[in-house]
């Protein structure tokens, strides 16, 4: 539980009784752990996986707006704010959670307020970051976003090879289109131009940065 920036400051004590009013659950992949509009009743904590946060529209098109991964949270919003679930959540590959239900959530919060005020700066970083998709949506190019995109990926799951930066999760173009906000064909054909000038490599499945 220490694991988790919330529960940082708390002492052996606080973590038992912590770990009373939790509990695990796993999902496998491609898993849907709730939908956008629904009521929501529990705060998620990652042990383990990777979580897709994404917004669809009715033509089916979506829009991935982040992937969470280990000791990260989601399903905050729902709870703090008392509306319902503003987006949807899958696992993207086996997940195992950590659930805290609404009441002993709220609970949690008026104990230990430095909970309440980690949660605040993971939302200011998370505002950031939206603003960011803002901006790039709005003044940047398809390809420029993709680029964007490599990078991002790159930063949080490269790792370092002969070849380049290898991006260690597997990712299919249509999720690749859905973080970048276009559509799967377009995503096609801006990486084969982005193979064949030799930036990048795919290596069964993986893709690789020659050059960041
Ligand atoms: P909630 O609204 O309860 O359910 C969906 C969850 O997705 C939300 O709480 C947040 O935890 C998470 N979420 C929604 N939008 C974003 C975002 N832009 N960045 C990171 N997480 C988000």
Known sequence: LRNFILFQD???????????????????K?????????VGDAVYLILDGLIKVFRTVESGREKTLVLLGQWEFFGEMALLDKSLRSASIQAMKTSQLLVIDREKFNGLLLKFPQISLKIIVTLSNRLREANNQIKALTF???KERLHLVLLDLADKYGEIAEEGTVITKKITHQELANLVGTTRETITKLLN?????GIIIVKQRYLILVDK
């Open 193 to 197: 131009e982005l193979i064949e000038k």
């Open 30 to 38: 491609n898993e849907i752990i709730f939908l956008e509009g629904e």
């Open 10 to 28: 708390m002492n052996e004590q606080e973590l038992e009784e912590l770990s009373k009013i939790t509990y695990q659950r796993v999902y496998d």
């Open 140 to 142: 940047k190019s398809v």
